[in-house]
């Protein structure tokens, strides 16, 4: 139910501001009961007028019956009050989550699910569920094109899309990268090729390896098929990716022993599109690659950062030191809450 609450806070966030506003109004009245109007107004701290207007429509509900002593909940009233009591309780913990991270980190909106990918891989499907309700929400009319990187994360988030396509609306799906020689499932192509086809979108693949010589980098550049691919990932309007732990990343990238001191040395926490970050978010490795570069993020309208799980709490945080301020953070609450461990609200 909680999940669901979100999906309704992030496309009608009316919706649950009203819900919020009145279960407070509940919330009083039975702790307060009997209480007048005046002193339940100041409690509350709104209006007499505004009070009156919310508290005559949960007594049409029949939530809420008048005496001259004051308000109090009726039998039905209570029941409603304790069935939404924990829901709300942790809608409103959630909420306040995503706001001080958004707010700290200065990035557009954060999302966050209940629980902990680290031990549940059913919190990444609700990413997933999540994320494709973000996309039908925010991708505008005509083509899109939707830069995806690739990832275990990502894999699992792909089995999880479903229908973006209108009759107004088409969406092409290419990978932002190359691929780094790992399991064909997770990289790149194959998840954009998921995303696409769960979707009813369009898929370009690009199958180049992401590690290459400045030679062969150059060379097959002039691929047309290849040039063809790397026009649409520059002019992609959405991207969607994940954040890795930046020695778990570079073991999978097969780096060399050489770069793997440098790396701890330099204390990375954070890899994300071929880029490692230490824990001020400052860039200090960059593995040369085809594909999207960070500095074109900067220019893409829409960007959603998917990762969650307490062990990678220290890579997200290092990331969204310097993410462009258009990012979506679909997070969980045990990242949420670690994230903001020692972080000056």
């Known amino acids: ?20 506003e009145r279960f407070q109004i509940l919330k009083a009245v039975y702790w307060l009961q009997p209480i007048g109007r005046r002193s339940l107004a100041e409690n509350l701290e709104m209006t007499e007028r505004m009070l009156r207007t919310e508290t005559d429509f949960l007594r049409q509900l029949g939530l809420l019956t008048s005496a001259k002593s004051g308000m109090s909940l009726t039998s039905k009233g209570k029941e409603i009050f304790h069935s939404l009591e924990k829901i709300m309780n942790q809608l409103s913990g959630m909420d306040d989550l995503e706001h001080q991270i958004a707010n700290h980190f200065g990035i557009e909106r954060c999302l966050v699910i209940e629980g902990d990918s680290d031990l549940h891989v059913e919190v990444v499907s609700e990413f997933g569920e999540v994320l494709n ?6 991708l505008p009319e ?3 094109i939707i830069a995806v990187m690739g990832g275990t994360t990502m894999a699992e988030i792909a089995n ?16 932002a990268r190359g691929g780094i020689g790992e399991a064909l499932t997770v990289q790149a192509n194959t998840v954009s090729a998921v995303m696409a086809g769960n979707s009813g979108g369009e898929h370009r693949a690009l199958y180049v390896p992401e590690q290459l010589s400045e030679e062969t980098y150059q060379t097959l550049l002039q691929e047309p098929a290849i040039d063809d691919v790397l026009e649409l990932i520059n002019h992609a309007n959405c991207v969607i990716h994940s954040i890795g732990r930046a020695l778990h ?5 097969k780096m060399n022993e050489e770069q793997l001191v440098m790396l701890k040395q330099q204390n990375a926490v954070a890899e994300s599109f071929g880029y490692f970050f230490d824990e001020a978010g400052e860039v200090i490795y960059k593995v040369p690659r085809i594909g999207l570069q960070l500095e074109a993020l900067q220019k893409v309208p829409h960007i959603f950062a998917v990762a969650g799980g307490k062990t990678k709490a220290k890579a997200i945080r290092a990331y969204l030191e310097h993410a462009p301020k258009q990012t979506w953070l679909i ?11 020692g972080v000056t609200l």
């Not at 139910?1 to 992030?10: C, G, H, I, T």
């Not at 990343?249 to 990238?253: D, E, F, K, Y």
């Not at 997070?331 to 461990?341: H, P, R, S, V």
């Open 142 to 144: 005509g083509q899109n």
């Open 160 to 175: 999880h899309f479903s229908n973006l396509e209108s009759s107004k609306r088409h969406n092409v799906f290419v990978p």
């Open 1 to 20: 139910m909680l999940n669901e609450l979100k999906l309704v806070e992030a496309l009608v966030p009316e919706l649950v501001e009203t819900l919020q």
């Open 249 to 253: 990343m570079a073991a999978r990238r």
């Open 133 to 138: 309700n973000m996309l039908d929400l925010v």
């Open 331 to 341: 997070t969980d609450e045990a990242a949420a809450n670690e994230i903001l461990k």
